[in-house]
C-alpha cells in the first residue's frame, strides 16, 4: 500500500494534517501493517482481520509513503515522522519514497534528497510525459546511482494534449 505522508496532493492543493493530529495518523499508520501481518490470535488489528474471513497475514513486506507530492518542509517533516515510527516499530518493513509528479525539476531533486538523507531504500517515481519525452529519455537511469535508492516507477504513461492538431512536447 501508499499512505499519504500527512499531505494532499500537490494537485488537490496540498493541505496538511496539523502536527498535533499526526501521532493519530501515524498510529493508524501502524495499525495498517499489523492488520496486515499481525496474529490472528494475539494481536487487535490480526484479529480484526481474521474475523474479516482472511486469518493468514499477508506478509507485507513494503510500504510506500507519498504520492505525486510536492516536496515541502511539510512534507519532510511529516514524511519522516511516519517512515521513522514503522522503522522503529516494524523494521522488517521496506520503506519506499516520493519524488513528486515529473520526471525531473525541484520536487523531483528534493524527493531525491530526502530519500537519500533519511536513507530510504526505494524510491517512487511517476512520469507522465509526452511520447516523444519516453523516445528521447531513452538512456534516463543509464547514469543513476547504483549505489543510492533503488527506483521504483510506480506510475507512467504517455501523454497527448488535447488539442486537434498534437504537438510536440517535453511534459
Known amino acids: 500500500p501508499i499512505v499519504p505522508a500527512g499531505v494532499a496532493c500537490q494537485i488537490r492543493g496540498g493541505e496538511c494534517i496539523p502536527m498535533e ?4 495518523y501515524v498510529q493508524e499508520v501502524l495499525d495498517l501493517i499489523e492488520w496486515a501481518n499481525g496474529d490472528a490470535k494475539t494481536t487487535k488489528w490480526g484479529k480484526v482481520r481474521a474475523e474479516n474471513g482472511h486469518p493468514a497475514p499477508f506478509n507485507m513486506k513494503y510500504l510506500g509513503i507519498g504520492n505525486e507530492d510536492e516536496m515541502t518542509k511539510d512534507f519532510e517533516k511529516r514524511y519522516l515522522m511516519i517512515k521513522n515510527a ?5 523494521p ?3 520503506i519506499i519514497g ?14 531525491h534528497q530526502i530519500v537519500k538523507k533519511s536513507k530510504t531504500p526505494i524510491i517512487d517515481e511517476h512520469y507522465y510525459c509526452s511520447p516523444e519525452w519516453y523516445i528521447a ?10 549505489n543510492g535508492p533503488k527506483v521504483y516507477l510506480g506510475e ?3 501523454q497527448y494534449k488535447s488539442n486537434k492538431k498534437r504537438k510536440s512536447s517535453t511534459y
Open 21 to 24: 493530529d499526526m501521532p493519530t
Open 86 to 90: 514503522v522503522n522503529k516499530k516494524y
Open 92 to 94: 522488517e518493513i521496506i
Open 98 to 111: 516520493s519524488s513528486g509528479i515529473m520526471a525531473k525539476g525541484q520536487d523531483y531533486n528534493e524527493g
Open 137 to 146: 529519455n531513452q538512456d534516463f537511469y543509464d547514469n543513476h546511482d547504483r
Open 156 to 158: 507512467f504513461a504517455p
